[in-house]
Structure formats: C-alpha cells, structure tokens
T-cell receptor, first 114, second 116 residues
Framework: DAGITQSPRHKVTETGTPVTLRCHQT?????MYWYRQDPGHGLRLIHY???????DKGEVSDGYSVSRSKTEDFLLTLESATSSQTSVYFC?????????????FGPGTRLTVL | GDSVTQMEGPVTLSEEAFLTINCTYT??????LFWYVQYPGEGLQLLLK?????DKGSNKGFEATYRKETTSFHLEKGSVQVSDSAVYFC???????????????FGRGTQLTVWP
C-alpha cells in the first residue's frame, strides 16, 4: 500500500460541467501521475508532476489541466467535461531511490459524462 | 518510439491449467519491464518486474523472463487458480536517470478468466 487515495471514487456529471478529481498521498513522493484507462487502450498518461508546482503534459492531455500546490495533493481538472472523457482515472506515484521507475497506483475514479 | 504489444484476450482457462500471456516491446533505451494485475473494481498492482536482460521476475507463482534477443517479457504460471482471474498489463519504463518523467508505457491488457 503506497498510501494513495483518490476522490471521488465515482462521479456522474453532465457535458460542459467542470470536474476536479483529487489524488492524495501520505508518503511525500515527489513524482505523481494521472492516467486514464479505456477498453482497448490500456493506460495512457494525461499529466504528471515532478514537484510542487512542477507539472507537464502526457500523451492525452487535451481537455485536462492539473495543479499541485502541495506535495501530497495532485488535482486533475476537466474544465468542460465531454462524453469522450468518460473513463476510469488512476493516479500513481513513483518511488525514488532505485533505477526501476516502478509506479504504484491508487484505487481509481470512475467518471461518467452524460 | 517506445511501446508494448500484448497478447489480446480474453483468455479463458480451467483451474490448474498453464498460463502464458505474451508481451513484446520496442524501446530505444534500456527498459525495465513490469507486469501489473488489476482485479475487478480495483487499481493496478505491481505483480513482478525485471530490470535487465535475462532477469527473471517472479511473484505468487507467476514468472516472466526479460529476453533482450526477442524483446519479450512473457508472463507464465504453471497452475492457475480461480483467484487469478483479473486483467494483466505488461509495461515498460526507460531507465534514464537524467529524465524527470519516468513514465510507463502500457500494453492494452489481457483479461484472464479461470473456471473451477
């Protein structure tokens, strides 16, 4: 258990509304990631963070923004949700100290955009 | 670019059968390789890993060997159980100490169902 929680765990919203998902970690990890999981695509990286206020885009970042104002929280915002953003969203952290780049995942948030 | 190609499922087996899920990769550097497992309704859990050629990762009866010559990391288990029913993801990460990203590249996942 890497001490990662995500909230909410489930959300249903309507097209055009803003949505914010929260990832919270308790172990002071520097690197945090947001992925989305869709059938037939595996997991795809949306955004990542390498420190407080240090973030960058992943491969599917359009329509998403992130913020990290403190080490323990990494927020993912959909400014105006669309049906194509219906997905399961996973947050992950990366341990430092080894060469493996292995990541540990939160339980996920299932988002439905109607 | 870096990528992972994973055997498509679903895979359906009887309990105690032998399991193989194929995974091949393309990488420009020297990747670390992983298998993750996702049980229904849960997040991904790291199942096993290997960091260099000929390494064998193992956990819970599952094994995978890092084969550089065939760029493969196939997952195997000699005798599956009903409790192994899950989605399995192969993934790679490029070991680049100068990079801040450390991203993982995932395969599409393979659904395994084991019947009693």
């Amino acid at each position: 258990d890497a001490g990662i929680t995500q909230s909410p765990r489930h959300k249903v919203t309507e097209t055009g509304t803003p949505v914010t998902l929260r990832c919270h970690q308790t172990e002071n990890h520097r690197y945090m990631y947001w992925y989305r999981q869709d059938p037939g695509h595996g997991l795809r990286l949306i955004h990542y963070s390498y420190g407080v206020k240090d973030t960058d885009k992943g491969e599917v970042s359009d329509g998403y923004s992130v913020s990290r104002s403190k080490t323990e929280d990494f927020l993912l915002t959909l400014e105006s949700a669309t049906s194509s953003q219906t997905s399961v969203y996973f947050c992950a952290i990366r341990h430092l100290g080894g060469p493996y780049n292995e990541q540990f995942f939160g339980p996920g948030t299932r988002l439905t955009v109607l | 670019g870096d990528s992972v190609t994973q055997m498509e499922g679903p895979v359906t087996l009887s309990e105690e059968a032998f399991l193989t899920i194929n995974c091949t990769y393309t990488a420009t550097g020297y990747p670390s390789l992983f298998w993750y497992v996702q049980y229904p309704g849960e997040g991904l859990q790291l199942l096993l890993k290997a960091t260099k050629a000929d390494d064998k990762g193992s956990n819970k009866g599952f094994e995978a060997t890092y084969r550089k010559e065939t760029t493969s990391f196939h997952l195997e288990k000699g005798s599956v159980q009903v409790s192994d029913s899950a989605v399995y993801f192969c993934a790679l990460a490029i070991v680049d100490r100068g990079s801040t990203l450390g991203r993982l590249y995932f395969g599409r996942g393979t659904q395994l169902t084991v019947w009693p």
